[in-house]
């Protein structure tokens, strides 16, 4: 069984933007997240945080993350905070959107992604192999 928390329209302010002009600005997002949990049931029978996922501590992990540096691409962005998310909280599944304010005539512009929490994994060992295959271990006597 699985539950939905939702945090819609979270404010993070960040420098993101293909041009150099454009990230030397600071931009408003809106992100929205979607989280599936494990049942919530535990948590409303003890009105225990500890026994639910905490949506205080994701929207400041989420802001703290989008502050962090600038990016190009919400593409990045997006898939940094969700793996962050993901490897940090008991989430099962995340659905992630990211709108920005950049194009005339155009109510926003955004990404939307969904990641499960094995693909989380998956990416994180990506990387590792990447990494490992960069750097060859050289045993040569």
Do not use: W
């Amino acid at each position: 069984m699985s539950d939905l928390i939702r945090i819609v329209d979270l404010e993070v302010y960040t420098h993101i933007g293909v041009s150099d002009e454009e990230r030397a600005r600071l931009q408003r997002l809106l992100i929205s997240l979607d989280l599936t949990v494990d049942c919530v049931a535990q948590a409303a029978i003890t009105d225990d945080v500890a026994k639910t996922v905490n949506y205080y501590d994701v929207a400041q992990q989420v802001k703290a993350l989008a502050g962090k540096k600038p990016r190009k691409l919400l593409e990045t962005l997006a898939e940094e905070i969700a793996t962050d998310l993901l490897a940090r909280f008991s989430i099962k599944k995340l659905t992630l959107e990211i709108k920005k304010f950049i194009l005339p005539e155009t109510q926003y512009v955004s990404v939307k992604i969904d990641r499960p929490k094995k693909q989380s994994v998956i990416l994180s060992l990506s990387k590792d192999q990447t990494r490992s295959a960069e750097k060859p271990d050289r045993t040569d006597h």
